[in-house]
């Protein structure tokens, strides 16, 4: 009875061992599966980046890199100062600017009202020197000074994009005042700050000649001229004249800038070129997603016929068919994913060319930084977009982990961009690009295959670290779908 019983327990206990071996088979059955799934989904994805990348490289962006020049598309006002022009138009509107005449701006009514009645003001002993601020004597002889000098105004590249008039522009209240006569002739076409500077510098010099003649006992004509024009310089209140140079200055500045940003030309031209650098965006993208399915497509279906070869049976032509079928069924399976690709490079094109001309405003953009604008730009609406308004469905460790994938791929390729033309200085890459008719594609190659390889190496990173539990997410609803839970 002890044995039966004894018997009885140990095909119990062996029945519990086959059953625990038994799921724990099941289980690691189960897991490897779900690791390979998970290999090949991100496997699939990082072919399908680096795809993107050398696709982008050597096709759809290097399309819209030829396009893109020093400055962007749109005139500025600081790039036509710098020599840098958008247009050929405006390059030679400035190059044909009418002659620049004083007579022009001397005979301008304004400045000729202006001195009719500083001439009634100095009868009436009324008039101020505008840089000394002395009362001007009745018989003193007096010129009417522009503060930012005519000659400047008439060649600033910035006055000339702006359509503006020069003697109109010079001969405004701000940019005139009355000073001694010597004091303008010694002034000549500098500026007033910069005047101002030079008389601080040569007061020494200019004391000691004033000194110098006044101890003398008789002046002739040319000494008694050449103190007189040295005390009147000496008056010279210069933080007086410097504020006045850098008054004038600052509201020349406000004029033109005002009257060129908000000119029917300048809005009329940033739209349409925004509005071109959308389309051209929107566009690449489209032609992108279909670009790369077709390729991933096509590699599936090479892959799996060279793998099944042997067991094809049949007219081989009928399979071909058949493949192309398919490959044309998963191309036309993205049209919503290239539509919204399309949406959402018509935004960042748009917008990136609006901050590339406020940008240019102020800084001159070299190409890659004008590229290195539109690719950032896409990325953050592609990030964003998700963001704001991610599917249903997505946990937001998911969310967030895709968002990072995102900003990670377009940060890889601004990286790239910057770093684009110091690599093109190392003496392989000189060598390589150095090889006649070939060079440059080769080059092209070489430099994508590193911008995509990178990409995917900092990819793989980010989803090793899984720092919002995203992969681990996916392997547990994974795992519940296998083992016949509904996952919520």
Not at 24 to 43: E, H, P
Not at 64 to 88: C, P
Not at 340 to 359: D, H, K, P, Q, R
């Amino acid at each position: 009875m002890e044995n039966t019983n004894y018997l009885i327990d140990l095909y119990g206990r062996l029945q519990d061992d086959i059953t625990e071996v038994s799921v724990l088979a099941s289980l690691a059955q189960r897991n490897a599966v779900i690791n390979k799934a998970y290999s090949d989904r991100f496997f699939n994805e990082q072919r399908d980046v680096m795809l993107h990348v050398i696709v982008d490289r050597f096709g759809l962006g290097r399309l819209m890199a030829n396009r893109d020049q020093v400055g962007g598309n749109v005139d500025t006002i600081h790039n036509a100062r710098a020599g840098v022009y958008a247009t050929e138009a405006e390059r030679q509107n400035y190059i044909n600017r009418e002659e620049y005449n004083s007579d022009d701006y001397y005979n301008q009514e304004q400045y000729i009202q202006r001195n009719r009645k500083a001439k009634i003001s100095q009868e009436k002993s009324t008039l101020i020197d505008g840089y000394t601020g002395q009362t001007i004597k009745r018989n003193q002889k007096i010129d009417q000074d522009h503060i930012k000098n005519k000659k400047s105004i008439h060649d600033d590249p910035g006055r000339v994009l702006a359509g503006e008039d020069g003697p109109n522009l010079a001969n405004q209240d701000f940019n005139l005042l009355h000073t001694d006569r010597s004091i303008n002739c010694g002034k000549k076409e500098i500026s007033a700050v910069d005047y101002a500077d030079k008389l601080d510098q040569t007061r020494p010099k200019r004391q000691k000649r004033i000194d110098e003649l006044q101890k003398k006992e008789m002046l002739n004509d040319r000494e008694q001229k050449e103190l007189n024009k040295l005390i009147q310089h000496e008056k010279v209140n210069t933080d007086e004249m410097r504020k006045k140079g850098e008054s004038a200055e600052a509201k020349y500045e406000y004029i033109v800038n005002m009257r060129y940003y908000f000119s029917p030309k300048f809005i009329t031209n940033l739209g349409r070129q925004s509005a071109i650098q959308g389309a051209q965006m929107g566009i690449r993208q489209i032609t992108g997603v279909f670009l790369v399915e077709a390729i991933a497509a096509a590699f599936d279906e090479i892959r799996d016929a060279c793998r099944i070869a042997h067991k094809i049976t049949g007219s081989w032509i009928l399979n071909i068919r058949e493949r192309l079928n398919r490959i044309l069924n998963r191309i036309s399976s993205k049209w919503q994913e290239a539509l919204s690709e399309g949406l959402n490079g018509a935004i960042s094109g748009f917008l990136s060319n609006m901050l590339t001309v406020l940008i240019n405003a102020f800084v001159t953009t070299s190409k890659n930084i004008v590229r290195l604008i539109r690719e950032s730009f896409f990325s953050m609406i592609k990030a964003t977009k998700l963001l704001m308004n991610p599917p249903m469905e997505m946990s937001n460790s998911t969310l967030y982990h895709e968002a990072g994938k995102l900003i990670i791929t377009g940060g890889m390729v601004s990286f790239g961009i910057i770093l684009e033309e110091s690599v093109n200085l190392f003496p392989p890459m000189i060598a390589i690009k150095g090889i006649p008719v070939l060079g440059d594609m080769m080059g092209d190659i070489v430099y994508g295959f590193m911008v995509a390889l990178v990409t995917a190496l900092a990819l793989w990173g980010w989803n090793k670290l899984d720092l919002f539990g995203a992969k681990e997410e996916w392997r547990h609803k994974q795992f519940l779908i296998a083992s016949g839970f509904r996952h919520t």
